[in-house]
């Protein structure tokens, strides 16, 4: 394939950076961008690329389409550096067998694989082997093109009478965020554009703890797009490093409504904080603040609860050493999943405590909202 030539400049559509009334949003600026020789045979690679040198960011063109270099023997630092990495690589063939994901969608795709937060509690830690660099996939065109072989064979959306009006849904968040990352792709604009072209019953779903969203605004979504703001009470912010905060979330998702998307509200990772029923209390009514008044608000809520297994708990503690968050196995109920793999949950009654309290919370304060599922 002939490689077009890469330009010194391109126009970065993500506006760089996002302007929300809580203040300027700081968006993630890598110290490497690596880009491998079979991610420029694709022009989503050469875009991301570009978009990388015009925001003055150190781009590596490699030899050889291996990432290698980037562990070391010491896992801190070896995280750090990954941490601070966007690799521009091609999907492996594998990626392009979907797998289902419930409860969420019918199926899961991915853009991109790592994420540039630091979240004390992530759930990527244990499912992704190696350093946590953030990779960028460069055959998005294949990516998005294998979708509709998929068209109504999901499980969950495609079957349950009480989400068909979604269609058949494709969540694109499973092992990135998006939006964290859409300044240096764009891949998530590509990707609602796909969708709001789609002559078919079909929604994108991704979600965010992100607040960048003035170049989605006026995308023509065809409200086939359903972008979700992952939120805790502001209590637990010193769990989520490099994130938006709250208030920034909120506004965005308002924002994001205001624009014709569905949206959602996805609390999670719940915990039973000190004052937690406040806390959370406190939370529902901002998110209500931030939709008051938005004309045909399609809004779901989406409520997970804080989980973690053997492998996930020493990745975690080796990369956030002296962390406080809570992982006792000793306060936690054992159980197994679907594949034989241990988990850690709240006990019982306390998971039955605050589901009760946190849905009462939303169908006083939020009606609107309707709860997809409690996990």
């Known amino acids: 394939m002939e490689l077009l030539e890469i330009p010194d400049r391109v126009e970065v559509t993500a506006r760089e950076p996002s302007l929300l009334r809580s203040g300027r949003e700081r968006l993630w600026r890598p110290r490497r961008v690596l880009v491998t020789p079979a991610a420029l045979d694709h022009a989503h690679g050469r875009a991301m690329a570009a978009r990388a040198a015009a925001l003055g960011l150190p781009v590596e063109y490699l030899k050889a389409n291996r990432l290698t270099g980037l562990g070391g023997d010491d896992p801190r630092r070896a995280y750090i550096q990954a941490k601070n990495t966007l690799a521009i690589v091609v999907a492996p063939p594998t990626k392009l067998k979907l797998q289902p994901i419930p409860p969420s969608a019918d ?12 979240c004390q509690y992530c759930y990527l830690a244990g499912s992704l082997s190696g350093p946590p660099v953030t990779r960028a996939y460069a055959n998005l065109g294949d990516i998005l093109g294998n979708l509709a072989a998929y068209l ?7 079957r ?3 989400r068909a009006a979604e269609g058949t849904t494709f969540e694109a968040s499973c092992y990135t965020d998006p939006l964290g990352i859409e300044h240096l792709t764009g891949s998530l604009s590509a990707a609602i554009r796909h969708f709001g072209a789609w002559d078919a019953p079909v929604q994108l779903r991704a979600t965010t703890k992100f607040a960048a969203v003035s170049g989605l605004l006026d995308l023509p979504h065809n409200r086939k797009t359903r972008l979700r703001f992952s939120v805790n009470p502001e209590s637990a912010a010193r769990f989520e490093g490099g994130t938006a905060s709250l208030r920034q ?6 924002a994001m409504a205001r624009a014709g998307y569905p949206v959602g509200l996805t609390i999670a990772p719940i915990m ?13 009514r901002g998110a209500a603040q931030a939709l008051a008044g938005v004309p045909d608000l ?15 708990k020493e990745v975690l503690e080796g990369w956030y050493p002296g962390s406080d968050l809570p992982m006792s196995e000793a306060e936690r109920t054992r159980k197994l999943t679907k594949f034989g793999s241990v988990k850690y949950v709240f ?3 306390q998971m039955q405590e605050m589901r009760e309290a946190i849905t009462g919370m939303l169908a006083r304060d939020l009606p609107a909202a309707r709860i997809l599922y409690w996990t």
């Open 298 to 312: 399609d809004l779901t809520a989406e409520l997970i609860t804080h989980r973690f297994t053997p492998t996930s």
């Open 152 to 158: 109504g064979r999901g499980a969950v959306t495609s």
């Open 107 to 118: 199926w899961r795709f991915d853009l991109a694989e790592g994420c540039p937060a630091h």
């Open 347 to 349: 006990p019982r009654e």
């Open 272 to 284: 039973p904080l000190p004052d937690w029923r406040e806390a959370y209390g406190a939370l529902i």
């Open 160 to 162: 349950q009478e009480a």
């Open 249 to 254: 979330r909120l506004e965005a998702m308002g």
